[in-house]
Every structure is written in C-alpha cells, then in structure tokens.
C-alpha cells in the first residue's frame, strides 16, 4: 500500500511538472522592425524593452566585426517568465574596415503575459544583455 501511494505521488508531480509554466518551452514569434548600422565609437551595447499591445518590443545594439552585418535571424523562446533571445548576423559583402555596431529593433508576438518579465539576449553567442520588462 505505501508503494502504490508513493507511486501514485511520483505520477503527480511529473504530471504537475510536465505542464508546469517553468518547465515548458514555447517559441515565440519575432518580427524585426528596423536595423541601422554603424561604425563602433564608443556607444555602449544595451538592451531596452516594453510592452506594446501584447507584444514585447526590444531594441538591441551590440557589436559587429565590421558595418555590413545584417540580422539573418533572431529566436526567441519563453520559460515561464524568462524569454531567451538568440541574434545571429551574416556578412553583408566587402565594406569600410572599422568595427561595427548594431542596432535592431523587434517584436515578441504574443508571449504569455507575466508580471515581471526577464529577457536575456545572445547576440552571436559574444554578447549577452538582461533587460527585465514589468508589466504596467
């Protein structure tokens, strides 16, 4: 008897687990809006983000070896109320040689809305920035 209780509480909590917010990955859409480039002088790589009609909008700058990156794609996943943001750049052809700065502004379609969220951003596995967004 205390086998098939002990059993029984184990089938729970993996029930409970399996459909828990912390443990379930969802993708989320991601649209850009604009990117600009730059020669790098000194600007400060940052996130910033904020709510806008259910979406979450983020605006990026980082670091890129030289003006011509373009963004060829950006994920995104959300963890309860952690979003995971991966940037990757592709080379845009011959350029002026400087070392290049980026920014881009995106959108997060529809994430499951939370009170406080936190976005880690990865921009080609270089740069990570946090920017936490609270819900007004």
Not at 19 to 45: F, H, M
Request: with cysteine; glycine share 6%.
């Amino acid at each position: 008897m205390p086998f098939l209780i002990l059993v029984s509480i184990v089938v729970l909590v993996i029930i409970f687990l399996s459909y828990s917010k912390y443990v379930v990955k969802t993708d989320l859409e991601v649209r850009i809006l604009n990117q600009t480039s730059a020669c790098y002088s000194g600007q400060t790589p940052a996130s910033l983000a904020g709510w806008k009609n259910g979406n979450v909008v983020v605006s990026t700058s980082f670091e890129t070896p030289d003006p011509c990156y373009r963004i060829s794609s950006i994920k995104a996943v959300q963890q309860g109320d952690r979003i995971e943001v991966d940037i990757k750049t592709a080379s845009g052809g011959v350029c002026v040689q400087c070392f290049g700065f980026k920014r881009s502004d995106y959108e997060l379609i529809s994430p499951k809305i939370e009170k406080s969220m936190d976005i880690y951003v990865h921009a080609e596995d270089t740069t990570e920035q946090h920017v936490e967004v609270v819900l007004e």
